[in-house]
């Protein structure tokens, strides 16, 4: 009976792995198994060695608190909509993780990108998010939900003339907006008028009811795709002084009347600026003639196409 237990011990102590030690994680994964930052884990083992697992996704624990809060402030501000503070936030928490010497994570990245092209009506801030974002791709694994962002977030960029061709490169470029942006639609241009200085005349408030009438709009959206053509330029910006005066009769039975009327042309104006003013001043003329102000006024009026 001893020589048959002897005999089953034997064999069993013959079936174990000679190479096996005590460094070789059976129960855990090899270092090249490992899970890479912003991939799935069960538990911080599973990560590689600077990172660890929170809500099943490896994260590393190295971060700029002060650059976190600053990429937190850019996410407030860009919630509430203002995307300029929102940017220069997420510009300050870079700062503070270079102050710090500590790798950028690319959380802040991609958040940095996407507020930069939802601010894409400038082309600097365009450009820029289309940088950032294809750096937030290269940094990201696939699958991650910020990779699917990114992308969404690059395809809003091809109006401003982004090549997706150079997303492919494995490396970030100096340039990403090199084709041709497409212009807004027409039936989407809206004419806004401003003053400078402000003014509460109940006359000048007449002119303005007068450029943004639906029925005028035709002729400004022509003045608009003249100057975009030209200048590359979605915006077209023309101030013009307009002002109201009272003009007494010459004789005592003469009625007194207030009159509108443009200032002269802007000097020193030349190429398309000067197109585009004439343009404008051509369709506001005529409007003048069909106010009958009732006050005075005298301002620079802006009127903004877009």
């Not at 070789?24 to 090249?32: H, S, V, Y």
């Not at 976190?68 to 993780?97: S, T």
């Not at 200032?263 to 003013?277: H, I, Q, R």
Request: charged fraction near 25%.
């Amino acid at each position: 009976m001893r020589a048959l237990l002897l005999a089953i011990v034997v064999a069993a102590l013959g079936a174990c792995d000679s190479r096996a030690t005590a460094t070789d994680p059976q129960g855990g994964a090899r270092a090249e198994q490992k899970s890479k930052e912003y991939e799935s884990c069960g538990a911080s083992m599973q990560c590689l060695d600077d990172l660890r697992c929170f809500d099943q996704v490896c994260r590393r624990t190295a971060r700029s608190t002060l650059g976190d809060y600053q990429a937190a402030a850019g996410a407030a501000a860009r919630g509430r909509g203002d995307l300029e503070a929102a940017i220069a936030a997420y510009a300050q928490a870079l700062g503070h993780y270079d102050a710090d010497k500590l790798p950028l994570p690319p959380d802040i990245d991609c958040a940095y990108g996407a507020t930069l092209a939802q601010a894409r009506a400038k082309k600097d801030h365009a450009e820029l998010g289309a940088r950032v974002l294809h750096r937030c791709l290269l940094a990201v694994p696939v699958g991650s939900s910020l990779r699917d962002k990114a992308l969404a977030q690059l395809a809003t960029l091809a109006d401003s003339g982004l090549d997706p061709l150079l997303l492919a490169a494995n490396k970030t470029g100096d340039l990403y907006l090199t084709k041709a942006a497409a212009p807004p639609a027409s039936d989407k241009v809206t004419v806004a008028v401003t003053s400078t200085p402000a003014t509460s005349s109940k006359s000048f408030a007449l002119v303005v009811d007068k450029i943004t009438a639906a029925d005028v709009k035709p002729g400004f959206v022509a003045c608009w795709e003249a100057s975009t053509a030209a200048t590359k330029k979605d915006v077209v910006v023309v101030t013009l002084g307009i002002k109201a005066s009272y003009v007494s009769g010459e004789y005592e039975d003469d009625p007194s009347y207030f009159v509108t009327k443009l200032e002269a042309p802007t000097p020193g104006l030349a190429g398309p600026e000067a197109e585009a003013e004439a343009c404008v001043r051509r369709i506001i003329e005529p409007l003048l003639k069909t106010v009958r102000p009732t006050d005075a006024f005298n301002t620079k009026a802006t009127i903004t196409i877009r």
